[in-house]
């Protein structure tokens, strides 16, 4: 698929699935082709590399890494992907992933990862601030300013906040629901499936904010929340790599944490970050209710354990 010296101006060719590669790589082809034209040079050393790449090295590199092989930089690289189509590096990773993790077992997925990696422990640090680092860009560049306003003004303005996730995303609902109370915000977390779930909404009512962290899978469990939400008058914030479009017309805002197509880094790390926002901006809109919740959660902590509150020099509890 690399284009010799004597083709550069001209786009590398494929007939789609010709071979029987994934959608994924086919789409990356198709977008090459379609935008070849508009790409500047440097880009196009970028699009070339990416074509004539083995699908598994490019789901494991970083921007960095795809910059030195394609003789070009960290930022041409995020440049050429989004002429491309794509958000950035992990939207082309997702995308390709998706036939990876299809067509290859966990196990075989995890031997693989381990490979790419090595035991270099400079190479293992790297790679996965590398990838933390892509998926937080990733998500502060797709998430829309005012999808960010509404969301807070959804849970500013709410009576009580029910923060859902399951799975790997529970980790993220737990500490949104946890820190608004430590700011004055009502709120609770649920992380029932099934059957069991049915209870929860039952305390679901008018005025109250739904936030529900889900990446990727729409499950059953998310269509009934939303729905539940919209016939007792609650508003609903969806935190998701993937479901943005299919949710859009239903929610009041969404907001985008992007999953990691590699598994290196935890599946929650964006949308604890997009969590940490949403606690910053209420308590900036609110700062005498967080203080004096704060001040209040001390003085309990006191009495519980003496000792325990922050004077003078001592820290703070987390």
Partial sequence: MNVSAGDEGAAPGRNTGED???????????AVREQWDQLSASERAVAQ?????????????????LGTASGTSNATVVRALQRLGYGGLPALKRDLAADFTAAVSPEERLKQRVAHVGKDLGTIWDDVFDEAQERIEHARRLTEPTALRTAVAVLAEAREVLCYGVAASELAARHLALA?????????????????????LLALGK?????????????RELSVLVERARAVGARTVLVTDELGPAYADRVAAVLTAPHTPTGITAESLPALVV???????????????????????????EQLVPGTAPSGRRRKEG
């Fill in 20 to 30: 029987g590669e994934g959608t994924g790589v086919v789409r990356l082809h198709a």
């Fill in 49 to 65: 590399y990416l074509t004539g790449a083995p699908p598994q090295r490019l789901l494991f590199a970083s921007a960095a890494q």
């Fill in 180 to 200: 608004l109370g430590r700011i004055g915000h009502r709120a609770r977390f649920v992380g029932a499936t099934g059957f069991a779930l049915a209870d929860a």
């Fill in 207 to 219: 005025g109250d904010a739904v936030v529900v962290f889900q990446p990727g899978r729409d499950l």
């Fill in 275 to 301: 969590a940490d926002t949403l606690l910053l901006a209420l308590t900036t809109l609110d700062e005498e209710r967080a203080v004096d919740t704060s001040h209040q959660l001390n003085q309990l902590r």
